[in-house]
């Protein structure tokens, strides 16, 4: 129930019914088909928490809008299979069907374009299955890689050499590192050159073989520079590209080497593209709310220009 019944009143406010609790059942009152949704809302929330999964917010409104598409049996898909384990030893699983997707297409494909807003995991979940490999002796190196682009500012601003100045961008890389490996194996892994984090301008003109390499903030690259990432690829690797194709930092006129991938690429074997959405966002319930405020204007603006081409 939660707090309060916080949980409980998550789920009556969202469908527009009421509940009371008697006992260990649940009475919901309200229209037929409101009430109905809601008791298959709380059966999934009941598999989640047999399952020994963690229910908060962001995995009740979840629940709400898997029932409303008529797909919550989908629930468990989600919780079969561990991603990875934390040096503490927690386990990392996916939250959302769209993770399961993406995550099954990493470890089915040799190279995968992971394209959805932020909070989706994207980055996250490729470190994680980045370790996995490297643990399990897939892979003898893990490459994580990003465009210097910055999001209205200027690394010129910035003091310290390169190196320096995108460390601030890649440190959510080195965050899900850190959380994986544990603070001494990572420093030890990245003295040795195992664990390389550096911008996509130091990887022209090398061969990554047996190595699992993560393009992240993708959508910011060029044509040519995308081009220049996906060839450098050696036996035995595996790449994973990030990015939001909202989220284009390129100066005008500048085509997202992102976009252009995925189009030129999504046919071509061995190579996977998922598509996250709102839904899949797994931070604060309101991280939804935004992305889907931006999505609806977007589509809005993208109409209006279709109606002025028409004219």
Same mark, same amino acid.
């Given at each position: ?9 998550? *789920?009556?406010?969202?469908?527009? $019914?009421? !509940?009371?609790?008697?006992? &260990?059942? =649940?009475?919901?009152? +309200?229209? #037929? ?63 959302? *069907?769209?993770?399961?997707?993406? $995550?099954? !297409?990493?470890?089915?494909? &040799?190279? =995968?374009?992971?394209? +959805?807003? #932020? ?193």
């Amino acid at each position: 129930m939660g707090t309060f019944d916080e949980n409980l009143n998550i *789920v009556t406010r969202e469908l527009g $019914v009421s !509940a009371a609790v008697e006992g &260990t059942a =649940v009475k919901i009152s +309200g229209e #037929a088909e409101s009430a109905a949704l809601a008791a298959r809302v709380l059966d999934g929330i009941l598999k989640l928490i047999r399952a020994g999964e963690s229910v908060d917010k962001t995995r009740i409104v979840y629940c709400i809008e898997l029932a409303r598409e008529g797909n919550l049996d989908d629930i468990e898909q989600v919780m079969s299979g561990v991603v990875a384990i934390t040096f503490r030893g927690k386990q990392i699983k996916c939250k959302t *069907v769209g993770q399961k997707k993406y $995550v099954d !297409a990493i470890k089915n494909n &040799t190279v =995968v374009f992971g394209v +959805g807003p #932020a909070g989706t995991g994207k980055t996250y979940l490729a470190v994680c299955l980045a370790v996995s490999a490297y643990k399990g002796k897939q892979v003898e190196k893990i490459i994580l890689t990003r465009p210097a682009v910055e999001a209205g500012e200027k690394l010129g601003f910035l003091p310290g050499d390169l190196q320096t100045k995108v460390d601030p961008y890649l440190r959510p890389l080195y965050d899900a590192l850190q959380e994986l490996f544990g603070m001494e194996t990572y420093g030890r892994l990245m003295e040795k050159g195992v664990i390389e984090v550096a911008p996509l301008a130091y990887m022209r003109g090398r061969t990554l073989s047996n190595a699992f390499v993560i393009l992240d903030e993708a959508q910011n690259t060029t044509v040519e520079q995308m081009k220049m990432f996906l060839t450098r690829m050696g036996d035995g690797s595996k790449m994973v590209v990030n990015g939001d194709v909202t989220q284009i930092d390129l100066p005008d006129g500048r085509r997202s080497g992102l976009k252009h991938a995925v189009n030129v690429l999504k046919n071509v074997e061995g190579v996977g593209v998922v598509t996250l959405t709102a839904q899949d966002v797994v931070r604060h319930p309101m991280v939804m709310r935004i992305v889907r405020a931006y999505e609806r204007d977007a589509a809005r603006r993208e109409a209006a220009r279709e109606e002025r081409r028409k004219k």
